[in-house]
């Protein structure tokens, strides 16, 4: 990227950046976002608040596959597939599970956050962790666009900045 970091501070002694990070460009980045039907009037406005994030970050149309899962439960299995087929850089994972109205929550929860956790493990590619676990829907309407941001352009973001920082990794290496 051409964009200054705040971070690259210069090692006085050395003359190089002491930091290095991801900038927030997705130019030329592949993603997959995938998105429980699961509380669709939540995790929809987690949706649009990922693409916004990514088409204004740069990305294209034709480098963003949407994939609709069941719920939740779906999420790493489905991550696992995209992520294998090697044609994406970056997942991006949007759920919502609400503690009140989901059997087995601690459960689902655990086994979804280590699913997908593992996928980003195996494959080595970013998978950003979009997946709110509230109380109460009003918790959770305040995190998908109202009173506290959108977590699914978090997500985004964050996926992005992985890849750029994978890239810049892998260019020093
Ligand atoms: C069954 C279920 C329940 C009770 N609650 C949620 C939830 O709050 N959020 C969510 O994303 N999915 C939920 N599911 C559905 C499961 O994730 C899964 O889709 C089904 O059990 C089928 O495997």
């Excluded at 995938?34 to 740069?58: E, K």
């Excluded at 850089?89 to 699913?115: F, K, M, P, Q, W």
């Excluded at 997946?131 to 973001?157: H, I, M, P, W, Y």
Aim: charged share 25%.
């Amino acid at each position: 990227g051409t964009a200054f970091s705040f971070w690259e501070w210069l090692d006085p002694l050395k003359g190089k950046p002491v930091a290095l990070e991801g900038d927030l460009s997705a130019e030329g980045m592949r993603f997959a976002v995938i998105v429980a039907r699961w509380n669709a009037v939540i995790t929809d406005r987690l949706l649009q608040g990922a693409l916004d994030c990514l088409y204004r970050s740069g990305a294209k149309r034709d480098d963003v596959q949407v994939l609709r899962v069941p719920g939740a439960w779906e999420i790493p299995s489905a991550a696992r597939k995209v992520a294998k087929t090697g044609k994406v850089d970056a997942i991006v994972t949007l759920g919502v599970l609400l503690r009140g109205e989901t059997a087995h929550y601690e459960a689902i929860y655990n086994e979804v956050s280590r699913g997908i956790g593992q996928s980003q493990q195996e494959t080595g590619i970013p998978h950003a962790f979009g997946v709110l676990t509230c109380e109460t829907l009003e918790q959770a309407l305040d995190r998908a666009g109202l009173k506290a941001g959108n977590k699914g352009f978090e997500a985004a973001s964050a996926a992005i900045e992985m890849v750029s920082l994978h890239r810049k990794v892998g260019a020093t290496a």
